[in-house]
Every structure is written in structure tokens, then in C-alpha cells.
């Protein structure tokens, strides 16, 4: 009985001794015998049975001599029948399971990745039909695709090189492999009446032939297959009242889609001179950023006239995105070959489209702040995400820290987000996001509430956070001069400008009266005081052929702020002209149409896309609510801490965060030219970040911090006339080194940063260059506030270039290490465009607070 009580379960025994106190004596039970062994040997003697018929055939085979291959000939002969009647059963299975549910016997036996679209979205439909009548008219697209290989594509890559001026297509087969349609959506909500949205899921694999020949260098290449998945957008628009009831046809990819090139004899190929600077990679991400929105095929069907919106596309906003910050990510340096586990130097890369954002690297930091903020245009909203990596910064291979994906149909719809996203396939870590979606308004009501939110209405810097956006469509030009040969005409370009940022067009061969049919957009600070300038220069010669200025404050008076003329080119022909069509829009962060207890419940995050099939497939929809941090306050602006706020401002590079992308919106396919190989934003240096408006000129916390300074020095007294000090500076440009030089001689009358004084020294940019490698610094001089620097500093870039452009003087105080005593001591911005810039000067600025109208003190 003792070993029963002892088997009884915690707690039940304190229970079950009253009971059996108060319980009567009961008669003892006598116990049955246990059995001292049981033994199976029904089971014993199979497995003797199964043993002697396998030994006994070897000791048969040993007690008569014969071959061991006898066993092994048996052995194999079971084998293939035992797996054969597997097989059949095996078979058997799967179709008995297909009869019950056929849709989880497919998903069963076929990879995820493998699958249509149409199995993993409800909202995507088969198209056979589709694919059936694509099949019937194979023969005859092929037919119109080699048309446009030789009579528009070769003629333009003959133009765009004077290497190139030999280029044939001697072969052009793009094989009898038709393309396939995956899976088709049709947009029905948040869509304009007068359009129809398609999403085509479109899957081609062929085996084509596309040889070509540069006889000059006697250079052959071509193309073996070629195979290119993804999502195609088709949008029918206008809608019209008349046959055929649709205006025009455009198609574009909403993301980069996967394309995978077979080359023959890329190697003599890429030995061509224009052609030497590229690789295998940088070509791909041409081809493929080139069929991606902004870039658009528009196909019209009806007059010039009734299409003529689509040559002036309209963004349908502006995401303006607040890089913030991350929180707990994974440590991924390792050091002792994996002992020790170390942290990360994490860095992001933001997508929206091709237009692709880098943020700088925070070292050895899991939870960075990056406190960075960028810009971007957004045409299709339907659809298209704003798409964020994180990796760790490596010598070799960078780390994958985690991803994003957020739908900006529901960033509209919220207008404002200030939220926790945790990151996809990873085990751990957030990412602290602030987006704004900015709406394009065609009335200047808006423009001082506007100006007064980014504060631009006091500050007279070009940079910063944009007020506006400027739409450019650069039709033509006529009665262009013939530059510096006479009887000969020019290779006409058009440069571009607002601010400090530029532009510039396709090239036009050969001709005085140009047509380029281009788009540009620019991100505008203040419109009440900025110029658009227009400069067409002929490409061979390099001179210029005309220019124009437009003070963007007359479109503020322009009906819908549009002005749609020929504008006169000064410094040209007598009837010289360019034919432009110019838009403003005010940016204006609008308040959702909401009850104010409305909490928003849509799935603003979506699954991002795996990194394994990145391209083609997407994870299971499983959704994630992001959480706000109720520990950490969000901030009101990007940058938060004030104590680091120099030094991250002066690692941010900024004056425009707008990525470089091809520009010819609306055109067809015919203007994809070689220019564009200096274009695609996804082959730039990957570690050289993306400039950010989060600098010391757009945010004005440095700025602030300053005026604060001085209103405590002031305390009642009146400050002279250069409060924050002076520097000297001699500037000139060398035409035989072609190089600015900038000598840096001293400061005098610097603020004291702390009891001891400061510990200044200078920074400078040759704006609109931003980037680490532009940036030119004095050593420091300790505790001084009139140090002597006495070096000179130069920048590659001739004099033309250098006329307009900006040099960027900041003076700061370096303090120590972690120290809190690092800041702005003043600025300068000097505009190089004069004529005195060959000779040279040496002249004592005033130093201010934004660097803004500098006064040469003697």
C-alpha cells in the first residue's frame, strides 16, 4: 500500500487521510500474483522466422561457393519492388486527395513560389483567354517588335555615341515562346471614372536571338534568352465618348521586375569606348529601371489632341517620409570566428517605385537613430508600397536586418502616420516611421500656411523641406543658333535649374529646331523668392545657345498656376524660342475626413516580400498591427536629440532627396537611348548614401540653437553688426587646373561655446554635392576665438559648372570626445556666379545663422 500512496498525485494525500480515518475498517483484498516474466512468442518466434530467411540464403550462398553479387542482385531486386508498389499507392493517394480538394492538393504538391497569382490573392483572376489570344498574335508581335528594333532603337543608340555610329541589329528573333499571363486585377475602387487599371502578373521565357554589331570596332554581341517576371500595369485612359472609347494605352512595371539576360560576347561588347564603364549587373538594372513608373510605353489611339494630358502627368502626391529611427535589431558582427556576439552597423534602403533612398550608416548600434527625411513622387497609388530594407554594413556582403512594406493607399487615407512597424522576416527589432501624404493643390490659398509649417517663410536658404512641386514638360525648341561653326548645326541639350538642383535633357543631334517631348519635376522650398533657369547648350562645342529666367512667383498669379508658351531665350537668335509647358502645385498635408474617435483599422502594413523569392512571390498575409511604444514619445520633428544634432546633420548630406531617375515619362519605347546609362538610380555606389533635407540648412534645429545662443548673449545689450563673428576667405578658380581654390585664413570674433571659449574649425561644400567624399575640412584650433587656419582647399569642376554652383562655409565647434559641447558657430552661403571668379578675391564675411545674404565686411 505504500507503494500506492506513494504513486498518489501532489496534494491528494493530505485530502485522503481524514477520509480514511473516518472511514470503517475495511476487509483486506487479496492481490493476484504478478507474473515474474511475460514473454510474446507469437512475436518471438516471427522474428526468428524473419531472420533465418535472411541469413539462410548467405550461408547457402557460402556452404555451395558462389558469388556475395547474388545477395546484392536479390537485395536490389526487393528494393525496385517494394518501391513500385510505393509509387502506385502513391498515386493512387494523391489522386483519390485531388477528387476531395483539388485547390489543397495543388497547393500541396507545388511550391509557393511556383504559383500564380491567382492562388494566393482572391482578388486576382485567371486569364487563359488571354494567354490563348496573346498565342494567335505571337507571330505578328514579334513582327512589330523587330520593326522597332531597327527602325527606333537602332537609329537611337547610333545617335547617342559617336562609338556607336556603326551599331546594326544583323539578327532579330525573339522566339515562338509567346508570354504568359499569370493572373489579371481589375481596380474598382479609389480609381478616376474616366480610366480603367489592370495588373497584369506577366511571366516570359524565351529563347531568343538578338545578335548586333558594331563594324567600327569589329564588335559582335547578342542575346540568347531572356527571361523577365513581374507586374505590369495597363491603364486605359481617357475614357471617351467616340470610337474606339479609349484614348490611349500606357504600361509600366510598379517595381523593378526580375530580368535575367543570357549574353553572347558581352566581354568584346563592353570593350567598346562610351560602353567601358558598365558590367553585366549595371545594364540589367538599366533595362529593368527603365520599365519602371515614372518611366512609362504610352500607346495613343486617338488625336494628339484628346491625349495631350498624358504628355503632362500630374503625380497624385507627394510621401513624404520621416526616417526616424530603430529599436532592437539583430546583432549581426561577430568577432572569434562566432564566439563573440557583437552588435550591428545598420543602414536602410526606401523604394517607392525606382526611386530608391539610402540613409547614412550608424555604427556599432542596435538601436540607431538615422533622423533623416526624403521625398518622393508618387503616380500610382493603387497598388504600389513604400518598400524599406535594413542591412548591416559589412566589408564583404551586407546583412539583412529585417524589411517593410507599407500600402499607400492607406497612408492617404490616414494622411499622417506616426507609428512602431515591426520588421518582417526577421526575429526581432522595430522601425519608427513619420509619413506625411502631401496632396497637389492647384491654388497658392495653402502656400503661407504651408511656408510656415516647414518655416520657410523666415529662413532665405533653397533647401529644405519642399512648399511646392514644379511640373515641366520640355516640348521643343526653334531657331536655335548654330553655335561656334557657322552653316552647322548644334547638338542641342537643355540644362535645367532650381535652387541648387539641376537637371538636364536628352541630347538632340544635328539639329536647330530640337524636339525632346521630356518631363521634369523639381521639389520647391519657397516659390515666393526661387527662379527656374533655362540654359540650351550645344553638346559638341560646349557653349551655350540661350537661356531664360522665370521667377516661380509668376506662375503664382497664372490661372491653375500653369503657364503653357514659347518663352524668348535671351543671348541667342532674334526669334529663338522654347516651348514649355510649366505647372506649380502646393504640397499640403490635408486632415482625413474623420470622426475624431476614429482609430483606422485597415492593414496599413503589408507582408513584405521574401528574400528568397523577392521578385515573384510574396509571404503568407498574415497581418500585423504596428504598436506604438508607449515608453518613447514621438518625436515632432526628425530630429530629436539636440545635443548630436551637428554632428548627424553634417553626415546627412542634403540639398535635394530627390533621386536621380530617367525623366521621359510618356514617350514610347523609342527613347531608350545610352544616355540613360547614367541614370538608373539602383547602380549607384551602395555606399554612398542618399542625400537627406534633415541637414543643418532645411532643419533649422541647429539654427535655432544658435538664435537661442544669441538671444542669451545679447541679455538686454545691443549685439554690433557681426554678432556671430567673421571669416576670411580667398576664392578663385584656375582654369589651368581647372579647379576652384578656396583658401581658409582665419575667424575672428567667434562666440564662446562653453567657460574656456571654443574649438572651431570649418567645414565646406561645393553645393549642390553633398556627399562625404565633397566635403572639405580645416583641422581644429583649441580654445580660441580667433583661430588661424591658413589652408587652402580645391574642388574638381570647371568654370561654366562652378558659376552655378554654391560654396557652403560652416564654422563649428568640434568639443571633445563625447562631448556635449559640438555645434554650429555660423554660416555662409556664397553664390559663384561671377564674372571676378577667374581673378579671384580675399574678403571677410559676416557669419549668420542660416548663412543667408552674406555681407563682405571689407
Not at 508600397?385 to 500600402?407: N, Q, T, V, W
Not at 578656396?742 to 572651431?760: K, Q, T, W
Request: proline content about 7%.
Amino acid at each position: 500500500m505504500s507503494g500506492a500512496a506513494a504513486k498518489q498525485p501532489p496534494g491528494a494525500g493530505s485530502a485522503a487521510e481524514p477520509a480514511a480515518e473516518n472511514a470503517p475498517a475495511a476487509d483486506p483484498v487479496p492481490e493476484s500474483p504478478q507474473p515474474l516474466l511475460s514473454v510474446d512468442v507469437t512475436g518471438l518466434v516471427s522474428q526468428f522466422a524473419r531472420s533465418f530467411v535472411l541469413i539462410f540464403p548467405v550461408y547457402v550462398l557460402g556452404y555451395l561457393g558462389l558469388s556475395f553479387s547474388w545477395v546484392l542482385i536479390a537485395l536490389c531486386g526487393l528494393f525496385w519492388i517494394r518501391r513500385h508498389r510505393g509509387g502506385k499507392s502513391s498515386r493512387l493517394g494523391r489522386a483519390l486527395a485531388f477528387l476531395e480538394d483539388e485547390e489543397e492538393a495543388v497547393r500541396l504538391s507545388v511550391s509557393s513560389a511556383d504559383l500564380p497569382a491567382w492562388v494566393h490573392f482572391p482578388d486576382t483572376e485567371r486569364a487563359e483567354w488571354l494567354n490563348k489570344t496573346v498565342k494567335q498574335m505571337w507571330p505578328f508581335i514579334c513582327q512589330f517588335i523587330e520593326k522597332l528594333f531597327r527602325e527606333t532603337i537602332e537609329p537611337a543608340v547610333r545617335g547617342a555615341n559617336n562609338h556607336l555610329s556603326t551599331f546594326s541589329f544583323t539578327k532579330i528573333d525573339i522566339g515562338h515562346q509567346p508570354l504568359r499571363i499569370n493572373g489579371v486585377k481589375v481596380y474598382t475602387e479609389n480609381v478616376d471614372k474616366r480610366q480603367i487599371i489592370l495588373d497584369l502578373q506577366i511571366s516570359f521565357v524565351g529563347n531568343c536571338e538578338i545578335d548586333l554589331e558594331i563594324k567600327r570596332y569589329f564588335c559582335r554581341a547578342g542575346v540568347k534568352s531572356i527571361q523577365i517576371h513581374g507586374t505590369m500595369r495597363v491603364i486605359l485612359e481617357p475614357l471617351i465618348g467616340d470610337m474606339p472609347l479609349i484614348g490611349a494605352l500606357s504600361l509600366f512595371f510598379l517595381r523593378k521586375p526580375l530580368l535575367e539576360i543570357n549574353w553572347t560576347g558581352l566581354t568584346n561588347l563592353l570593350d567598346v569606348p562610351g560602353l567601358n564603364g558598365l558590367s553585366d549587373t549595371i545594364i540589367l538594372d538599366i533595362i529593368s529601371n527603365y520599365l519602371v513608373l515614372p518611366n512609362r510605353i504610352t500607346v495613343p489611339l486617338v488625336s494628339e489632341v484628346q491625349i495631350a494630358q498624358l504628355r503632362f502627368p500630374i503625380p497624385k502626391g507627394v510621401l513624404r517620409i520621416h526616417f526616424i529611427e530603430a529599436q532592437d535589431l539583430e546583432g549581426k558582427d561577430t568577432y572569434l570566428k562566432g564566439i563573440v556576439k557583437g552588435k550591428s552597423d545598420p543602414y536602410g534602403i526606401l523604394r517607392v517605385g525606382n526611386q530608391i533612398f539610402q540613409s547614412k550608416v550608424i555604427k556599432e548600434n542596435l538601436n540607431p537613430k538615422w533622423n533623416e527625411v526624403y521625398e518622393a513622387l508618387v503616380y500610382e497609388h493603387p497598388g504600389q508600397e513604400l518598400e524599406i530594407e535594413l542591412f548591416d554594413e559589412d566589408p564583404d556582403k551586407d546583412d539583412f536586418l529585417g524589411s517593410l512594406m507599407i500600402d499607400l493607399i492607406e497612408v492617404e487615407k490616414e494622411r499622417l502616420l506616426d507609428e512602431w512597424f515591426t520588421l518582417d522576416e526577421v526575429s526581432k527589432g522595430k522601425l519608427h516611421l513619420k509619413l506625411e501624404w502631401l496632396t497637389l493643390m492647384p491654388t497658392a490659398d495653402n502656400l503661407d500656411k504651408v511656408l510656415t509649417s516647414i518655416r520657410a517663410d523666415k529662413d532665405q536658404a533653397n533647401d529644405g523641406l519642399s512648399s511646392a512641386l514644379l511640373i515641366l514638360y520640355l516640348d521643343s525648341a526653334r531657331n536655335l543658333p548654330s553655335g561656334k561653326k557657322m552653316n552647322s548645326n548644334p547638338n542641342p541639350l537643355v540644362l535645367l535649374s532650381v535652387g541648387h538642383k539641376a537637371q538636364e535633357s536628352k541630347i538632340r543631334y544635328k539639329t536647330n529646331e530640337p524636339v525632346w517631348e521630356e518631363n521634369f519635376t523639381f521639389f520647391v522650398h519657397n516659390p515666393k523668392r526661387q527662379d527656374l533657369e533655362v540654359e540650351v547648350r550645344d553638346e559638341q562645342h560646349q557653349c551655350s545657345l540661350g537661356n531664360f529666367k522665370l521667377p516661380l512667383s509668376q506662375l503664382l498669379e497664372s490661372e491653375d498656376l500653369t503657364m503653357h508658351q514659347r518663352f524668348q531665350l535671351s543671348n541667342s537668335g532674334p526669334n529663338s524660342t522654347i516651348n514649355m509647358k510649366i505647372a506649380l502645385r502646393v504640397l499640403s498635408l490635408e486632415k482625413p475626413t474623420r470622426s475624431p474617435d476614429h482609430q483606422h483599422s485597415a492593414q496599413v502594413k503589408r507582408p513584405s516580400v521574401s528574400k528568397d523569392a523577392r521578385k515573384s512571390s510574396f509571404k503568407p498575409q498574415v497581418p500585423v498591427s504596428p504598436t506604438s511604444d508607449p515608453n518613447k514619445p514621438a518625436p515632432a520633428s526628425p530630429v530629436t536629440d539636440s545635443d548630436k544634432k551637428t554632428d548627424a546633420a553634417d553626415k546627412s548630406q542634403p540639398a535635394n532627396a530627390s533621386p536621380q531617375w530617367p525623366t521621359d515619362l510618356s514617350r514610347s519605347s523609342s527613347s531608350l537611348q545610352a544616355s540613360n546609362f547614367s541614370c538608373s538610380p539602383s547602380h549607384l555606389s551602395a555606399k554612398e548614401p542618399t542625400p537627406s533635407i534633415a541637414s543643418d540648412i532645411s532643419l533649422p534645429i541647429a539654427t535655432q540653437e544658435l538664435r537661442q545662443r544669441l538671444r542669451q548673449l545679447e541679455n538686454g545689450t545691443t549685439l554690433g553688426q557681426s554678432p556671430l563673428g567673421q571669416i576670411q576667405l580667398t576664392i578663385r578658380h584656375s582654369s589651368q587646373r581647372n579647379k576652384l581654390i578656396v583658401v581658409v585664413h582665419s575667424c575672428r570674433n567667434l562666440i564662446a561655446f562653453s567657460e574656456e571659449g571654443s574649438d572651431p574649425y570649418v567645414r565646406m561644400y561645393l553645393l549642390p554635392d553633398k556627399r562625404r567624399s565633397g566635403r572639405r575640412k580645416t583641422h581644429v584650433s583649441k580654445k580660441t576665438l580667433n583661430p588661424v587656419f591658413d589652408q587652402m582647399f580645391d574642388f574638381s569642376v570647371s568654370l561654366p559648372e562652378v558659376q552655378r554652383r554654391t560654396l557652403d562655409v560652416a564654422v563649428k565647434n568640434s568639443g571633445g570626445f563625447l562631448s556635449k559641447d559640438k555645434g554650429l558657430l555660423g554660416k555662409l552661403l556664397i553664390p559663384l556666379a561671377s564674372e571676378e571668379l577667374a581673378k579671384g578675391w580675399t574678403q571677410w564675411y559676416d557669419l549668420t545663422e542660416d548663412g543667408t545674404r552674406p555681407q563682405g565686411a571689407s
